[in-house]
């Protein structure tokens, strides 16, 4: 049949549909090969307007997770005029595939899928695999390889991330082969059997994942900046460069750095400073590398002749020095140094790496929201850098938050903008503290308390329902004690995360069975929202998106740990009364 369709220049689209419906009954739905075939047969018909047919292009695409570029679909050796490879003209004018070329319409849903990723890859990524492996980390000192798998052999969120990768990746590749000496990116098959050899040596845990080889593939780096295009092309372009770059005239342009000021480049110091510098680069960190024998060439501070580490930061505090070039005490003085004394949650100049060092910190955190057009913030922007200062390295670090930018914020955590400016601190063995409607001098003295341990815990807490007439109670954290601690009735109380990916059964029988013991005077049917409202987990082991608890009468408190119907938790209340 196949070969009556090339005989005729033109396939058969009924009987080819017929085939695949036959063939891939389970792949149908995904993948829509009529719309595929049309999009190829549009292409060369429509070669000088593209433009017009780009927004179905891209729709086809997206739906079917085509990489949509054009280039390797048109044959370059084809001339103007000409039909594209591996298509015929036929009679009426109409393109019709060659099916001599790939025997498209033949192959499996995957593999259909990953051919037309190869019909249509970019001409700037390279395609390894483990016959020519060798050879590519042999004639590129620096290659950037993606190892991937295909998405039918991946979780659905590993497949989205694969895809959105490709994309940037082959944008990055297109850029990047423009660079003087060009950088390559390659990819390679992970789950090809073939490759596993040599996949291997990269030690992937997931995909994707991108790694660079140096030195015919005897030095491999893992890559962890950015993946997106514009990114991925400013990190290679940095990597690719020397760890450190003489500063030998004036310059504003640095933002974030780190300098070293040397009288020589040579000796002992001046070593250990490239290896920081090599860490700094390899590591992916958001600071540039410099090294300088004149310090007035340096944008900020003082003009010294002493050998010096100076770091450059965006913050109020605009840089810090130290004369200590110990490997690891430069090190733990870049980390440390390049925190802000306070974090500004509304301003983007922290950058992503620093921002996750603050996250990965064991301290406590102390968060002022304030109004930024308030005309005291200024008063209060102060006084936060000076207590910033005092507790440095006290572990209590300082945030500063526009109350209206962050107003959800404050919602989840039980407060209201009326209660601004306030400040509230979370600290790391539960308990949170709070101090509404402050003044900027108040802020010492309550730190000062704080520290001595004299403040109580702020509880978290959505207002007390004035209304509670329902047959479900509505129990907030306020009203814990009295509706279910110290009740003298029996409380079923289920606990519930609103929006949790979590799901127990019970949790659509608690309105029913609320119903049903409304007139029972001995029992209350309640329900208390886990996220609006502190939930003492020295009473309550809160493990679940709905979690239940039976309080009877004399103060037993009993956890309903099954997952089972109406009949049984009315059973279990009864059990336990």
Not at 26 to 54: P, T
Not at 349 to 358: A, E, F, R, Y
Not at 502 to 522: C, H, K, S, T
Request: aromatic residues 10%; hydrophobic residues 35%; contains cysteine.
């Amino acid at each position: 049949m196949m070969a009556q369709h090339r005989e005729n220049g033109k396939p058969k689209n009924a009987k080819v549909e017929s085939s695949i419906a036959q063939k891939h009954q389970e792949a149908q739905d995904e993948y829509d090969e009529v719309a595929r075939l049309c999009v190829f047969r549009q292409l060369d018909f429509f070669r000088k307007g593209l433009k017009a047919v780009e927004p179905f292009i891209r729709n086809v695409a997206e739906r079917h997770h085509i990489d949509r570029q054009l280039s390797g679909v048109c044959d370059r050796g084809s001339q103007e005029g000409e039909p594209m490879s591996g298509y015929e003209n036929d009679n009426d004018g109409e393109l019709s595939f060659d099916y001599k070329q790939k025997d498209l319409m033949m192959m499996a849903p995957h593999q259909i899928q990953w051919s037309f990723s190869l019909l249509t890859s970019s001409d700037y990524v390279l395609t390894l695999d483990d016959a020519n492996f060798s050879q590519a980390a042999s004639d590129h000192n620096f290659l950037v390889i993606q190892v991937y798998a295909p998405c039918e052999k991946m979780h659905r969120l590993m497949c989205e991330l694969c895809v959105k990768l490709a994309s940037e990746y082959e944008k990055a590749a297109s850029l990047l082969s423009t660079y003087e000496p060009p950088i390559v990116l390659g990819k390679i098959d992970a789950s090809a059997e073939e490759n596993k050899q040599v996949v291997d040596q990269f030690q992937v845990t997931g995909y994707p994942t991108i790694v660079i080889l140096q030195n015919g593939g005897r030095d491999i780096h893992d890559y962890t900046g950015p993946r997106d295009a514009d990114g991925i092309v400013r990190t290679l372009k940095r990597l690719i460069g020397p760890p450190s770059t003489e500063i030998k005239t004036a310059t504003d342009a640095i933002s974030i750095a780190s300098v070293g000021i040397f009288p020589i480049f040579s000796g002992e110091e001046f070593r250990n400073f490239t290896v920081i510098a090599n860490e700094l680069q390899w590591e992916s960190w958001d600071y540039d590398v410099f090294h300088t024998m004149d310090a007035s060439l340096v944008p900020r501070g003082q003009s010294t002749t002493t050998t010096t580490l100076r770091l450059l930061k965006p913050y109020v505090e605009r840089f810090v020095d130290s004369q200590n070039f110990q490997v690891l005490a430069m090190k733990n003085f870049i980390v440390e140094a390049s925190i802000p004394l306070v974090t500004n949650l509304n301003d983007n100049i922290t950058s992503d790496k620093i921002n996750q060092w603050v996250s990965q910190l064991s301290d406590e955190k102390a968060t002022l929201f304030v109004d930024f057009d308030d005309e005291h913030f200024n008063a209060f922007k102060c006084k936060c850098y000076e207590v910033g200062a005092l507790y440095k390295c006290k572990g209590l670090r300082f945030f500063l938050a526009d109350a209206r930018a962050n107003e959800d914020e404050l919602k989840c955590s039980g407060l209201r903008f009326d209660q601004v400016p306030l400040i509230i601190i979370h600290s790391n063995d539960g308990p949170t503290y709070m101090k509404s409607n402050l003044k900027p001098d108040d802020i010492s003295p309550w730190l000062n308390e704080y520290k001595d341990g004299n403040l109580k815990p702020f509880l978290k807490s959505q207002p007390i329902p004035e209304t509670n007439n329902e047959a479900l109670k509505v129990v907030v954290a306020d009203s814990l004690k009295d509706m279910v601690l110290n009740s003298q009735k029996n409380v079923l109380l289920d606990i519930h995360v609103p929006f949790c990916g979590g799901f127990r059964n019970f949790a659509l029988f608690i309105p029913e069975i609320a119903v049903l013991f409304e007139n029972d005077d001995d029992v209350i049917v309640a329900s208390l929202d886990g996220t609006t409202n502190d939930i003492p987990d020295d009473i309550f082991d809160v493990r679940n998106c709905y979690t239940l608890y039976f309080k009877s009468a004399n103060g037993t408190l009993v956890s309903y740990d099954d997952d089972g119907t109406k009949e049984d938790i009315v059973t279990f209340i009864r059990t336990n009364i």
